[in-house]
């Protein structure tokens, strides 16, 4: 199969190019500055693909100015309608559309476990997601379209892990707010295992939630990172602190999403990473 991939050269992106071709794959990355085998993103030029895989999307971290607010929307909603618009327009288009999209569509929800057909819940991000899987299914009158919510990815080399092992080694880690928060996270080898499913899978479609069935309390999570870099967590970051970031931006780190891969496990996804303590052992 060609897979087109947006955000080849991203973290995801990456990772999900190895994946794919040790499978057997071709995967032709979309980038502003394209190498050999790559084409301009600018271009959109989608001629000749099985599939497009969808990662590009402004990081949500770094203060919420209206400006980097209005980045995270542009990126993922205004791309992913050109995207769209792209692939309509072949004579032949890309047969499958796979997306990245967050947990952050939820919202904050206290203790309620989420699957995939929970409803959408308060916030900017939520909103966000909410136009940005709608921009997904609008292509899907031509391809069959895998939304995947991912909820923090854990990998060595970036995602939620690299700035979490600086400040727990400094030994300043600590409890965000009360601690009482679910974290629904997701190991970035199930992450891309997970993408690339969705694409060979023909059975597979509509929302899959990209997390581990062990969704963890903040303050246990923080618990288990402070004992893997042998430091204590006596710094707690209180709520009152983290509200006062600009834009709403303390969502990020005081929701409460207790999301679970129900989609993934029906339709016979196996996590090589299901509890944190795994996950963990990988990365350290």
């Known amino acids: 199969m060609i897979i087109g991939l947006t ?3 991203g973290f995801l992106g990456q990772h999900f190019t190895k994946l ?10 979309f980038s502003r500055h394209p190498r050999e085998g790559q084409r301009d993103v600018a271009k959109l030029d989608f001629s000749g693909l099985d599939a497009v895989v969808h990662l590009v999307g402004e990081s949500v ?26 692939m309509r327009a072949l004579p032949d288009p890309p047969k499958i559309l796979v997306s990245a999209s967050g947990i952050s569509f939820y919202g904050d929800r206290g203790d309620e476990v989420l699957d995939e057909t929970s409803p959408q819940g308060a916030g900017f991000l939520g909103e966000v997601v909410r136009d940005w899987e709608a921009a997904v299914k609008e292509a899907g009158d031509f391809a069959r379209t895998v939304v995947v919510r991912l909820g923090m990815v854990l990998g060595k080399d970036a995602g939620g ?7 727990f080694r400094l030994g300043l880690g600590g409890r965000l707010g009360s601690g009482q928060q679910w974290v629904a996270w997701i190991q970035v080898e199930d992450a891309v295992r997970l993408l690339l499913f969705a694409v060979e899978q023909a059975q597979v479609s509509g929302i899959i939630n990209g997390v581990a069935p062990g969704a963890l309390r903040n303050q246990a999570l923080t618990t288990a990172l402070a ?5 204590p967590a006596i710094f707690p970051t209180p709520a009152f602190a983290l509200k006062l970031l600009p834009g709403g931006m303390g969502s990020i780190f005081l929701d409460s999403v207790r999301a679970e891969p129900r989609a993934a496990l029906a339709a016979g996804f196996e996590f090589r990473y299901p509890t944190f303590a795994e996950a963990l052992k990988a990365l350290v």
């Not at 203060?63 to 618009?85: G, H, N, P, Y």
């Open 61 to 86: 971290l770094g203060l919420w100015t209206a400006a980097k607010k209005q980045r995270i929307r542009e990126s993922r909603i205004d791309l992913t309608q050109r995207i769209v618009t792209a």
């Open 227 to 231: 004992k893997a870099v042998h430091r």
């Open 20 to 29: 794919a071709v040790a499978a057997g794959h071709t995967v032709v990355g």
């Open 7 to 9: 955000g080849a050269s």
């Open 161 to 167: 892990w690299p700035l979490q092992r600086k400040v």
